[in-house]
Structure formats: structure tokens, C-alpha cells
């Protein structure tokens, strides 16, 4: 199978004929070359021709920044680690595609974590997977597609991914063997592949392996047995493979086992990884993502959105040192609109990750058009107003972590086996964003849609801009389509596919919307469920209020009437009419926009886009009619406009 070369395509093809410099060309060369040999650099200067690479001692390029130099007939890069020479080489070539003009420039991470958790089974399915099977995984057994992986990784480490998790953490079936000996060799072999490109590899482990694979009768993290049968296999691991990255653990959450079977707190389930690890410097990522997935929909005192807080928050101060708590962007689970976990803006004390989705769970499984940097951005940038710390999220990650080594971004991985990595050629940019956006956090929306489509495409300035519009617009036109107004949910239960309005009304899961014929909404506020109060006077005050919660997350924060007016002036009913008509009608655009740009891409995209615009306009209509009946039956009120609405 030929694969996509994604924004690296032009590596093979460009013949920098427009650069004068001779060095280009040897860049190009370098490039194909994977940078490998220079990540085994034994002398200080690797020089060839007029590229230069040289390791440096400059505090201010930190462990991965680098500085290129463009002088007449020659480029130098510099930094003080291999790692950084690589990410450097990357930037210039960025450059010179885009055609972009340079002397010097200068660039340090922002974040220092920058990772990607796969959610790959053994069996080769991914969970929440839309493009194809693993590319790790097949059978119960390892791939061993070797180039795959590499290829991947060189992919990684172009937008700067420093670390990635290649199984589930729904560790299930032969996955919680992959601590065991049998698989130290080909762990190692991929470790090797992706260390070369500067990406450390981290394993997701079942919290009661010992019970599991051990044969013990517990799991309980303090028991004696349970630290030696973990000492056992983590020495063992770094014994093949001193440069592990370290662990990832989803522990009493949706059924996975974990510290309160046994009355222990969730600070004793990670410390224990975190000191066992800690000698070889390894790194234990423990998920917040814990609540009572067993909900009684009767019981209107319960609210999902404040479990993680609730849980962790106690433990604030309690971790060792290199563990990370890691947290979804939003309190529930990666919708369309949610507002930032308050988790993120009240840790002071405990190393932390945002996490993100790449992979399209609950926006359009890879079929629909869903450009997810403006979501991260509105994460990162959103400022918490905390009396005591000030800042974005984005500040706080590395400014609340004890040790910022230990705080990033990560992001659930997105790639299978399909031939463009990611099912839905255009959404590739959420992966080439995502790794820029996690480097460099003033990225904009537009600036990196326009770099995206310049690396991958050939297309004239007009129909750049197109392109870039539908695809910043993206994010917006899926939310008007689905659940109005930052409700969330109302997907299929199990697959989260498509529409079903009450689909998750009457289970367990915590995700209600409580629509009845007066209104809709979930009351967050303080006479409410009172998750409000779990951010800072300021935010609270802000979401608290009608007058000044935004209309995107109205239905998050309140209960409301029909008739209630939005700051846009409309009444919520109307704007459900008018948000669901126009959100077709904008895929319909979308639809004619790649008929004036497709032909000017490649046949294999052309056609992917083509055929997946189609599928996504019949979603949306399926949506925009479902959701449009649903509320004219419960209120009665018919569309000022007229539309067709079903009866
Ligand atoms: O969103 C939910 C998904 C689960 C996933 C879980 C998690 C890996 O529906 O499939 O399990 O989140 O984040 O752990």
C-alpha cells in the first residue's frame, strides 16, 4: 500500500529549483535521509557541503529548541541536543516549502510534554478508531510493519511529538501481557525506531495485572506483593530498554480496575508506579478521567462534570514527583462545546497534561470536516482569573506543575492503517496542528490552516483562502448542526454516531440534557448542581450568569425556557431553527467549495473529500431534521421562517 507522505509529501518531489542555495537540495537529501544518522552524532560538528549541524551549550534553547542561520551560501543549525538539531532541520524545511524568507530565527517549545495516547487493542482495532486498524497491533501480535512505524514517527517528530502511549488504556486481553519479558524485543525495536526520531515510548498498564498475570490475589497498592510483582516487571522492562518512557493508567474508571477496590486513594495508586519508575527516570501519566459511570438518571443531585475535580483536588500535593495527572480539556468527555475542567485551573501542586482528541469520537468519526484547533486554543488560552496564580491554561500547565518537565499536552492518536492516516484526508491538519500548536502555542487558527494546506497541496492564493475558511469554520458549523448550544450528547449511545436525542436521556452515564416542554438544559449554577463554584469567584460569577455566560455554552451552564433570549437576540427555539437550517447549508457550501478545489489536488484526496462531504451532508440533515422536530414537538413553537420542520 502506498501511504500518504501528508505534509512531508513534497520531501520526495520538490526540486527547490526557486532556491538559489545549493544547500536546499542537501536538506531535501537530509530530510530522506531521516535525520537518523544525526541523532547518533559522535562528533560536535556534522558539516556537509553548506548545511551545517552543531551542538551548542546555550541555556537558552533549552533541551529541544534550536536556532537556524541563514548566511549567503550556507545554513547553519544549532542546538544544545541532537533532538533539537532534528527539530531544527524540520523548521528549515517547513520554511522552504512555504517558500518563506528567513535569516535567523530561534524557537523553544512551549510545552515539554507533548504526547499522543493511542487507544490501540492487541487485536489490531483501535477504540474510538475511524481510520482503520492499528498500525502496531494485529492479531494479539506486534505488526512489525517496522517502515510503518517509522514513517510514522518521522511524521511525529516533524511537528515536535516527544512521546507517545501505543496501546488502549482499556488495557484488556493479551495487552496486559505487554509488561512481560516475551515482549521486550519488539518493544525495544520500536523504541529504537522512535527514539531516533526523539519520541519516547510509553506503555497504557492494567491497574490489577498482579491479579491479572501475577496470579496474586490482589492488587492493592500497598501491599507488599503488589510492589515487588511491579518492581519485578518495571526493572525488568528498563533492563531492555533504559530509555522507556514510562506509564499511562486509567484506573476506576467505566469498569477499569483501580486503587478503591482496595479503600486506597488514587495518590497511592500512582505513587506507587511513580517510585518505582522514579530510579530508571521514568514517568507515570495518571488519568483523571474518573466518575460514576453508573449513574441513577432519577437522581438530579449527581453531576458528572464535577467528579474529577472532586476526586483530585483533596490530592493536590500528594504525588511524588514524576507523576502527571492528566486531564480532559473539559469535564465531560470531548464535546463540540465544553467549558475548561476546573481541575486544570485548581491544581497548584501536582504535576499536569491537558488532554485532547484527535480522533473524531463524538464529531464525526473521521467522515465530517472538524478542524479542532480553535477548540485547543480556547483551552490554552482560556484565563482561569485565579486570585492566586494568574494566567491561561496554557501558562498554568508548566506554572502549577512542581516539576514543568513533567506538564504538557496530550492528545488521544488519531492514525490507522487507512492509506492517509487519518480516513478523512483533510483532517490530517489535526495532527500536523496539534503537534505545532503543542510547540508553539501562539499558533492561530488561520496561520496554521494556511501552513497545513500549503504543505500538503498546490493551490493558488484564492483557493488557499477557501480552503482555510472551511476548514477554520469547521468547528462551528458541526456544533450548529448537533446539539444545540454546548447541551452535549444526544449521539447514538455505544458508537456516539450520528443523532439520538434521548438516546442517553435515561441511562447511566451522567449526560442528560432534561429537555421538557417549557425548556431545556442542565442548571450548573449555584442553585443548581453548583459545579459553578468549582472555578474561581470570577468564572463562576461569569458562567453563573445569564447575562454574561456565552451562548455557545448556554445549555451547559443553565436551564432555560424556549423563549429565553440569547445574547444574539434570538430565542433559544429560534436559534435552533436557524443554527440547524444554517449548518446544512454550510456543508452544502463546504460541498462546493471542493468541487472548485478538488480538481486541483490530488484524484485519491479529490475523491476521499468528495465522498465524504456527500456522507456528511446527509448526517447533517439527518440531524438538522431530527433535532428540529424533536423541539417543535416538545414546545410547540413552530419556526418563525417557515422551514420545512417534520411534524
Ligand atoms: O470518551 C470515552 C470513550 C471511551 C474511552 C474513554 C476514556 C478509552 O467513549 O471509549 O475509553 O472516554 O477516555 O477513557
Redesign the pocket.
Known sequence: MTRDLCWLRKVASHSFQHFSLPAYDLVARSIRREVGTLLNLTTEVASEGDLAFSLVTEECLGREGYRVKGEQNHVAIQSNTTKGLLYGLFALYEKLILGEAFTSFTSVPDQALRMINH?DNMDGTI??GYAGDSIFFKDNEFRKDYQLIESYARLLASVGINAISIN???VRGAAKALICEEHFGELRLIDEILGSYGIKLYLSVNFAAPKAIGGLETADPLAKEVIAFWQEKIDALYRYIPDFGGFVV?AD??GEPGPFAYGRGHDDGANLFGRLLQPHGGHLVW?C?VYNHQQNWRDRSIDRAKAAYDHFMPLDGKFVENVSLQI?LGPL??QVREPISPLLSGLRKTNHIIEFQLTQ?YTGHQKAVYYQLPVWKEALDFDCRNEDVPGQVKELLKNTSPQPAYSGICA?GVVGMSENWTGHKLMQINLYGYGKLCWNNQLTTQDCAQRWIGLTFDLAEDQTKKLADLLVTSRETYGMYTAPRGVGFMVTPGT?DGPNIDGYEYDRWGTYHFADHLGIGNDRTTSGTDYVSQYAPAIRDYFNDLTTCPDELLLWFHHVPYTHRLHNGKTLIQDIYDTHFEGVKRVEDYQAVWEEIGPHVDQNSYQNVKELLQWQRELAVEWRDQINTYFWRKSGIADQAGRKVYP
Open positions: 487507544w477504540e474510538r488502549n488504556v482499556n486509567k474508571s467505566e488519568r478521567f480532559k468527555d470531548f469520537e488521544v456516539h
